[in-house]
């Protein structure tokens, strides 16, 4: 098959959308091609968008806002999505995947039902003072000052690298559940004063996962990476350890998911971009896992955020950013397809110029149209941007009385 470079430009072919609506392929009497020399090497590693299939939760509430059901989502998308020739699909299109395969995830949801008779002190204590953690056995939380924990977790990580070809493992904290974090004393040393102070008075949570007594994270990357010295393990900066460390700096062979950056939110972006910045002098490695493409999702409401995304794109792949794990496109493709087609085009090169790419899409997709096209979106990504600068996060309206 002919390089995407070759067909997209040489020949100006584009794929905008899944199915044969989504194909741009210029009729031509002649092809002339000028002598090609073309080296890139992507700067991510690991590009991915995922490609929600099916119907769920994440779909729904957007789809009955709308006036529509389950029957008549299927019913409207299966033909869209349709091809008659072979493309690969979208995503193979704009080159994402990778070689990187990061591991990632909530990696402790074993632990209650195999160690809470022969090991009840490695879990968490709670409020009541004991450590059962049946109310959320799949999310169990951890006494992450215990010893004897971290070899056991250091051990099943060796073993799981052991016995695949996977060169990475996931040490991230289950998250969600209806449990707490543990409140013995020993773990709350590892809380320094300084930490952030949470919205419900709490000290965040960081410092205790990068080092606890020993460094954790950092304890059990040094004991796998003595095995395995090519592996890379892989943790979060997520809920009560969102925030950057205040005190360690973590093992090279960590990579840390980022799930931050909102664009319904001015103010809370700006705290993910500082947050960005801090965790890069405490890790090496980012690997940014954020929501954005679900935005809006629940209202079924247009959002157009690309000049921010490319901004952000841009200055987190010069600053720490090896790869990506975006959740999720969910195949809404009238109301987020420019979003989705700039975020894969940025995973590519994070260095295009934003303007151009809405350009492009346009007059590819709209012909004739394309002019009165790119002002729509670029009069709904100045709602968009207009309800970040509230701060409120309200996303279900697109109009007010002056509109």
């Known amino acids: 098959m002919p390089s995407r470079r070759f067909l997209e430009d040489s020949l100006g072919c584009r794929f905008l959308w899944p199915g044969e609506l989504g194909k741009v392929v210029p009729k031509r009497a002649t092809i002339e091609i000028e002598p090609i020399n073309h080296q890139f090497t992507p700067v991510l590693r690991q590009r991915r968008i995922r490609m929600a299939s099916g119907y769920g939760d994440r779909k729904d509430k957007g789809v009955i806002r709308l006036g529509f059901n389950e029957a008549d989502y299927h019913r409207i998308q299966k033909p869209a999505m349709e091809t008659k020739s072979q493309d690969g699909g979208w995503a193979g299109w704009h080159r994402l995947g990778g070689t990187l395969r990061l591991a ?41 000052s215990n010893i004897e924990l971290i070899e056991e977790i250091a051990r ?25 974090f543990c409140l013995c004393d ?57 925030a950057p460390p205040v005190q360690r700096t973590l093992h090279p062979r ?45 209202q079924g409401t247009p959002m157009v955020y690309v000049h921010k995304m490319a901004k952000d794109m841009k200055y987190m792949a010069r600053n720490s950013l090896i790869g990506t794990d975006f959740d999720s496109c969910c195949h809404h493709w009238a109301t987020q397809g420019l979003n989705y087609y700039v975020c894969a085009k940025l995973h590519w090169n994070p260095e295009l110029d934003i303007d151009e790419l809405i350009d492009d899409y346009c007059r590819s997709g709209f012909g004739a149209g394309a002019d009165s096209v790119r002002k729509y979106f670029l009069r709904v990504e100045e709602i968009t941007n207009r309800n970040g600068r509230s701060a409120t996060g309200v996303l279900g309206t697109l109009h007010t009385q002056s509109d």
């Open 104 to 144: 990632s995830g909530h990696s402790f949801g074993y632990m209650w039902e195999k160690h809470k008779d022969t090991h009840p002190e490695w879990f968490a204590v709670q409020p009541d003072g004991t450590r059962d953690q049946s109310r959320s056995p799949d999310r169990s939380r951890l006494c992450v």
């Open 156 to 180: 099943g990580r060796i073993e799981q690298l052991s016995k695949s070809d996977n060169k990475s493992v996931s040490i991230g904290p289950n998250d969600g559940g209806q449990t707490s």
């Open 186 to 242: 020993e773990c709350k040393k590892l809380d320094p004063p300084n930490s952030r102070k949470l919205e419900n008075g709490r000290l965040a949570l960081t410092d205790r996962y990068v080092y606890f007594f020993p460094p954790s994270w950092n304890e059990i990357a040094k004991r796998v990476v003595k095995v395995h010295p090519d592996a890379w393990l892989t943790a979060d900066a997520y809920s009560v350890y969102a």
């Open 254 to 298: 960590i990579a840390i998911r980022y799930v931050g950056i909102k664009y319904n939110n001015d103010e809370k972006r700006q705290q993910d971009r500082d947050d960005w910045d801090a965790w890069s002098k405490a890790v090496k490695n980012i690997y940014f896992r954020p929501n954005l493409l679900l935005s809006g999702r629940r």
